[in-house]
């Protein structure tokens, strides 16, 4: 709080006194010449040196924020008016003057009207800043409550400053340097409400300053104590002069005299107003500083203490009572010490208390104090100009609770295992994490201030971006994944949460991003997506992905009115090549038939590998039929072309079903269904071809659906029985065995055709099971017929190719027949189709082989339809040979015919191979036969195949006619 300056009150005493001592003799001449108008003079100048004195204490208290109403200010500032009027009537011309008197109280008229004027501005000031800083004391405790570190530490700095420029002597750098940072920190907008009204009124308090120190300098300026004491020279010296005219000289001393006694008394008047006024001043300092949230304590040059407030003891508790006026810091320190009011170890006490010491000798100087009662205290330290300290102690327990917190949120955040990414609220970043550096590349400073646009990839549309953006600046959150770029260029996945961050006001500061790298898990589900979607071996797209497309095209064709083609493509006879060339190059084979197919198609085509052998073309966009027509014309032209695997080039057929959308199904399952429908249609009638789906051929897989459905069980049910066709020794037309046939009655379906569920057995892997039946039954009654008549000599049944397959272990289940029905070995023969020992001759060989070790007869079946078939008789030593019944049908009326029949039978002669002749409707043909010196034969002219009973009975009864014709 400033002090009445020195100098001001050394003028006012000197000036009292001249003005006394001329005033006295000035008196003395006045009194006699005029004696009225001496005395109103003299008293007017009187009035004038009392209210100026009056108007300087004034102002003195005012600028020292001593009063507590302003109402005497008010008054004297009406008296001050008045006087200035009956100085303005002294002022009058006088005939006994030379006329400066006159213009010398004209001129203390305007110097007293603007020392009034700046007397009321000082008091316009002083009052604004009591205001202030008494707000600043009341508000300080509600608003540290909530203030974050760097707020708090803030708030001690402008509370200590603000107390020291405002109490203390002015420092007018100091001041202005203060006042530009409070101006600064409130440009910044990042405070609280409370923070910045407390700011507010610094700055105003700074404002109030500055404007009083410069209207107090100007008040002083004014020279009211020189003009009195020129013009009361002056009055005194006219009246002194005639003083000693009239010889009254002694008059005059006394008067003098008198004056110095009323000037001593009216100094020492006033030099006691000022102690009182020096009391007050520090009674309000002390009010002010216990207002306050923070203990303050001022300690002179030799850092004793001067003044505190009741903060001090309250927070030095266990020294409290202790701490009294005059008392040495480092004293107060070591007393603290000794109390045990530090949370320091004993052996660790000595060196934190030099520390602190030490540091609280410096200026503008920090030491945090750890307490035993677990508060934390902050001391600040402030040294001024004429050496004297302000210490001022700050209970920061709450903030170090912060700032622990905030430390564990920052070790969280920097050791995240994900990246962490903050910006302002324009989206500038401001931070980011350890673990966004590892992940990006980018350092922290490579990226402050830049908008994180930085690392787009470009695969992510702007509306994308747009929509995030709306989202997070709505205030709410947003998710999803981001596919960016590291600084070296890389694409990266990143799975990210991005939220605004709200300040104290609720507005939107920050958005903080958390991103988890993500780019394994991409990779790893584009790779299931492809193992999902597309087939390992071609690379084409698979069963699912092709459903799919077909799903989404036909929902396009439905809106375009256009047509959807599907088209099912299947290799003929791949297990063929997959078997006679190996696996490997069965799958180079598929991945050029691939190839091929691709080729074929158009741009907008989707070509797809279904599973094994079979390829799926899906054509959308169709005006009709004819361009899924062309497209099946053209692959089937292509693959006319031999394929290069490793060794001879490959040549395969195919067979192709086409499906239509809408006419064919609305549907993706069933276009799949139909098209496959149709597909094997093709397969039934030849192959190497491609049909349309139509209802007839449904009707027909239909059918063949349901023969594969019922047939999946027949074993079990008892539903396949053996039919038994004679073998008929042509020369003297008895029966000699019988070939075994398979038939198969069902409830719903009734007689199916050998012809339609034999092929189907073996596609599906049924007819082992089937043969496996039909073996044991056969066996059995050929066993059975063989002690019953003595003209029955063995049997014959067909084989399959899947029956022979090693795996299938035939020749062990030939042999546990045999032995479970007691029929000779020699009394069985397999008939077997040359193109079995085609397809897999290995195989076919071993399992042949095996059995002919057994003694079971093999017969090759058909023989004649084949291309390879004289080769094959020479590899492999058959016991019997059966000529197809289409060259027998035409044997009467084609000498073509009758040459190759003779020919096949002196073939099989020369080999040494029965010869047996299937197929014989008429008594024609079989003369031919008899003639060609065929020995065996059957066929509808003999008679047609019987089912067990009725066979018996036919071969009881021929026997019996042949016994008859034996004994007649």
């Not at 006691?272 to 002179?300: C, G, I, W, Y």
């Not at 001759?841 to 390879?868: C, K, P, Q």
């Not at 289409?886 to 096949?904: A, K, Y």
């Amino acid at each position: 709080m400033p002090n009445v300056r020195t100098p001001l009150l050394a003028q006012a005493a000197v000036a009292l006194l001249a003005i006394g001592l001329v005033a006295a003799t000035a008196a003395l001449n006045w009194i006699d010449d005029d004696p009225r108008g001496g005395d109103a003079t003299s008293a007017i100048l009187d009035r004038a040196r009392h209210l100026d004195t009056e108007l300087n204490t004034l102002v003195a208290r005012t600028s020292g924020f001593q009063l507590v109403h302003y109402d005497g200010f008010t008054a004297l500032v009406q008296r001050l008016r008045r006087l200035e009027g009956d100085l303005r009537r002294t002022a009058r011309p006088d005939h006994r003057t030379d006329g400066t008197l006159e213009s010398g109280i004209e001129h203390l008229v305007e110097s007293l009207d603007a020392k009034r004027r700046h007397a009321e501005r000082v008091a316009t000031y002083s009052s604004t800043i009591v205001n202030s800083l008494r707000y600043l004391g009341t508000a300080t405790d509600r608003v540290a409550a909530g203030l974050g570190p760097d707020q708090a530490r803030l708030l001690t700095s402008l509370l200590t400053s603000t107390l020291r420029l405002q109490v203390l002597p002015d420092e007018a750098d100091a001041a202005r340097r203060l006042a530009d940072r409070v101006r600064r920190l409130r440009a910044s907008g990042n405070l609280s409400a409370d923070v910045d009204v407390l700011l507010q009124h610094a700055d105003v308090t700074f404002k109030a300053r500055r404007a009083l120190n410069i209207e107090m300098a100007a008040f002083e300026s004014v020279g009211t104590t020189t003009l009195l004491s020129d013009l009361a020279a002056r009055h005194a010296a006219a009246y002194l002069s005639r003083a000693r005219k009239l010889g009254q000289d002694k008059l005059i001393l006394m008067a003098v005299v008198g004056l110095l006694v009323l000037a001593i008394l009216g100094t020492f008047q006033r030099l006691r107003r000022r102690h009182a006024q020096a009391a007050q001043a520090r009674q309000s300092l002390r009010a002010v500083l216990d207002t306050m949230p923070a203990a303050v304590a001022l300690f002179d040059s030799d850092d004793r203490l001067m003044l505190r407030n009741d903060k001090l003891a309250a927070f030095c508790n266990t020294i409290g009572e202790r701490i009294a006026q005059g008392i040495h810091f480092d004293s107060m320190i070591r007393l603290a010490a000794e109390s045990g009011a530090f949370a320091v170890p004993r052996e660790e006490l000595p060196r934190f208390v030099d520390k602190v010491i030490a540091l609280s000798r410096e200026a503008d100087s920090e030491v945090h104090l750890p307490m035993a009662d677990g508060r934390h205290l902050l001391k600040r330290s402030d040294r001024m100009d004429d050496g004297r300290m302000i210490r001022v102690l700050f209970d920061v327990t709450r903030t170090k609770r912060i700032e622990a917190e905030l430390r564990t949120l920052s070790q969280a955040v920097e050791q995240s295992p994900v990246s962490i990414v903050i910006t302002d609220a324009d989206g500038h970043i401001e931070y980011c994490n350890p673990h966004f550096t590892e992940v990006t590349g980018y350092t922290l400073d490579e990226v402050v201030g830049r908008n994180p646009r930085i690392f787009r990839s470009g695969f992510s549309s702007n509306a994308d971006y747009e929509r995030m953006w709306r989202t997070i600046t709505s205030g709410r959150e947003w998710r999803g994944d981001f596919h960016n770029r590291t600084k070296s260029g890389a694409l990266i996945w990143e799975k990210a949460v991005v939220a605004p961050v709200r300040d104290d006001s609720g507005r939107i500061a920050h958005f903080m991003s958390v991103r988890e790298d993500i780019t394994a898990r991409k990779q790893q589900e584009a790779l299931l997506y492809r193992q999902a979607k597309y087939d390992p071996l071609t690379d084409l797209p698979n069963r699912s992905m092709a459903l799919e497309s077909l799903h989404a095209l036909i929902a396009l064709a439905h809106r375009s009115g256009r047509r959807v083609a599907l088209m099912i493509i299947d290799l003929d006879d791949f297990k063929t090549v997959n078997e006679a060339r190996g696996h490997a190059a069965g799958d180079a084979l598929l991945q050029q038939v691939g190839k091929r197919i691709a080729r074929c198609a158009r741009d907008s085509d989707l070509v797809a590998r279904l599973g094994g052998d079979e390829f799926a073309v899906v054509l959308p966009e169709l005006e009709g039929r004819q361009e899924a027509r062309g497209l099946a014309e053209r692959i089937m032209g292509r693959f006319t072309e031999p394929f290069a695997i490793d060794g001879p080039g490959v040549s395969v057929t195919l067979s192709i079903g086409i499906a239509v959308y809408p006419d064919d199904g609305g549907e993706p399952h069933i276009l799949m269904r139909n098209a496959d429908s149709a597909m094997y249609r093709v397969k039934d009638t030849g192959r190497n071809n491609y049909a349309f789906f139509s209802e007839k051929l449904e009707s027909i897989r239909r059918y063949r659906r349901e023969v594969e459905s019922e047939l999946a069980g027949a074993v079990e049910r008892g539903e396949i029985r053996v039919h038994y066709q004679p073998l008929i020794d042509l020369a003297t037309d008895s029966v000699i065995g019988a070939e075994a046939l398979c038939r198969w009655t069902n409830p719903s379906l009734g007689e199916v055709p050998p012809d339609t569920f034999i092929p189907l057995a073996e596609d599906r892997g049924l007819i082992v099971p089937i043969g496996r039946e039909i073996l044991r039954r056969a066996c059995a009654d050929a066993a059975r017929w063989r002690r019953q008549t003595s003209g029955f000599r063995h049997i014959s049944i067909n084989v399959s190719p899947r029956q022979l397959e090693a795996k299938a272990g035939f020749p062990e289940l030939v042999k546990r027949a045999l032995d479970e029905t007691g029929l000779p070995a020699g009394a069985l023969t397999l008939e077997i189709t040359e193109s079995l020992l085609i397809d897999n001759f290995a195989g076919s060989v071993e399992s042949l082989s095996r059995l002919r070790d057994m003694g079971v007869g093999i017969a090759i079946d058909d023989f004649g339809t084949g291309y390879s078939s004289f080769a094959y008789l020479k590899r492999f030593k058959f016991s019997a040979l059966k000529i197809d019944r289409s060259f027998v049908r035409d044997l009467t009326d084609n000498q073509d015919n009758l040459t190759l029949v003779h020919s096949l039978i002196n073939l099989a002669r020369a080999l040494d191979l029965q010869v047996v002749t299937e197929g014989i409707e008429t008594e024609k043909q079989r003369r031919h036969l008899v003639r060609f010196e065929a020995r065996i034969g059957q066929g509808f002219l003999f008679c047609r195949p019987l089912p067990n009973h009725e066979f018996t009975a036919y071969l009881l009864e021929r026997a019996a006619v042949a016994e008859g014709q034996c004994l007649g």
